[in-house]
């Protein structure tokens, strides 16, 4: 049987477990609630959850007077909680405290009178609901997602100030933030990338290259689990990003030693110890 490493910081960070204990307890005490969007950016979390009779909302005109719609992890712009509040729906707020801390962020940096750059992914809920807050404010910004986004978008303003969506990469942040610097005359940073995605990156940078084999486990659609896959691949070409165990490939395991798990902040136990279950059966020969 190969040697298996999984990760320290593995699977649900502090904000998606608010979320989801949010979401369940909704679930179980007030017979079901909506919450507008995925609670998290993984399907399986989302499909038990509907088993408890929490869904996503499709669309506004299903709410009635009394219902409880719950605010994702990913936060919202402030005109959608207003709007939700005006059809009488009971709020609860699951937003994760590190996003909260970043709209903060934006809205100080236009009072302050700078120019906000955001990196980030463009149409990520998480950017949207940053860009909420940007325009409520009265400023002006843009979102960059790679370099060359942000040297064909970058305007020349004498002050320039940063934040950054949660699970951005730390070394393309630390890159952006490079080239903006040398561009503006004035520029305030705030790396409001959270500790959660920090850490489990340098566990990534510091595994991968000392293993045969990678996986990283979580949602396609997961910034987070996505950036973890990119750096690793990076560091080791046998990179192999799943969702759940019986996306594992016997293939990927034919001679290797040592196998690396890490997953992203909105991946549960469950799943990660399904597929070093599963990984234990491939490379220890006992087909299921």
């Given at each position: 049987?190969?040697?298996?490493?999984?990760?320290?910081?593995?699977?649900?960070?502090?904000?998606?477990?608010?979320?989801?204990?949010?979401?369940?307890?909704?679930?179980?005490?007030?017979?079901?609630?909506y919450?507008?969007?995925?609670?998290?950016?993984?399907?399986?979390?989302?499909?038990?959850?509907?088993?408890?009779?929490?869904?996503?909302?499709?669309?506004?005109?299903?709410?009635?007077?009394?219902?409880?719609?719950?605010?994702?992890?990913?936060?919202?712009p402030?005109?959608?909680?207003?709007?939700?509040?005006?059809?009488?729906?009971?709020?609860?707020?699951?937003?994760?405290?590190?996003?909260?801390?970043?709209?903060?962020?934006?809205?100080?940096?236009?009072?302050?009178?700078?120019?906000?750059?955001?990196?980030?992914?463009?149409?990520?809920?998480?950017?949207?609901?940053?860009?909420?807050?940007?325009?409520?404010?009265?400023?002006?910004?843009?979102?960059?997602?790679?370099?060359?986004?942000?040297?064909?978008?970058?305007?020349?303003?004498?002050?320039?100030?940063?934040?950054?969506?949660t699970?951005?990469?730390?070394?393309?942040?630390?890159?952006?933030?490079?080239?903006?610097?040398?561009?503006?005359?004035?520029?305030?940073?705030?790396?409001?990338?959270?500790?959660?995605?920090?850490?489990?990156?340098?566990?990534?940078k510091?595994?991968?290259?000392?293993?045969?084999?990678?996986?990283?486990?979580?949602?396609?659609?997961?910034?987070?689990?996505?950036?973890l896959?990119?750096?690793?691949?990076?560091?080791?070409?046998?990179?192999?990003?799943?969702?759940?165990?019986?996306?594992?490939?016997?293939?990927?395991?034919?001679?290797?030693?040592?196998?690396?798990?890490?997953?992203?902040?909105?991946?549960?136990?469950?799943?990660?110890?399904?597929?070093?279950?599963?990984?234990e059966?491939?490379?220890?020969?006992?087909?299921?």
């Amino acid at each position: 049987m190969a040697n298996i490493k999984v990760a320290n910081s593995a699977g649900f960070c502090f904000g998606v477990k608010i979320a989801v204990d949010m979401a369940k307890e909704a679930g179980e005490k007030l017979g079901g609630a909506y919450t507008n969007g995925p609670i998290i950016h993984n399907k399986q979390v989302v499909q038990f959850l509907e088993k408890l009779n929490v869904k996503e909302l499709k669309s506004r005109d299903e709410l009635k007077e009394g219902d409880t719609v719950i605010i994702r992890s990913h936060g919202v712009p402030p005109q959608v909680e207003r709007e939700l509040e005006e059809k009488g729906v009971n709020v609860l707020d699951a937003t994760c405290p590190f996003v909260k801390k970043v709209h903060d962020k934006v809205r100080q940096l236009v009072e302050e009178g700078y120019f906000v750059v955001i990196i980030g992914e463009e149409g990520h809920p998480e950017v949207i609901g940053t860009l909420g807050h940007l325009q409520e404010a009265g400023g002006k910004g843009i979102v960059v997602e790679d370099m060359d986004d942000l040297i064909r978008k970058l305007p020349r303003r004498n002050k320039i100030g940063i934040v950054a969506q949660t699970t951005q990469n730390e070394d393309f942040f630390e890159k952006a933030v490079g080239y903006i610097a040398s561009n503006a005359e004035e520029v305030k940073i705030f790396n409001t990338i959270c500790d959660a995605t920090s850490i489990r990156q340098e566990e990534v940078k510091a595994l991968a290259p000392e293993v045969d084999v990678m996986i990283i486990i979580g949602g396609k659609h997961s910034g987070n689990t996505n950036r973890l896959a990119q750096i690793a691949r990076a560091l080791n070409p046998k990179t192999y990003h799943v969702e759940k165990a019986d996306e594992l490939k016997p293939e990927w395991f034919e001679g290797a030693e040592n196998i690396g798990v890490s997953a992203g902040a909105s991946t549960p136990d469950w799943i990660i110890e399904d597929v070093i279950r599963r990984i234990e059966e491939l490379t220890n020969n006992k087909e299921v």
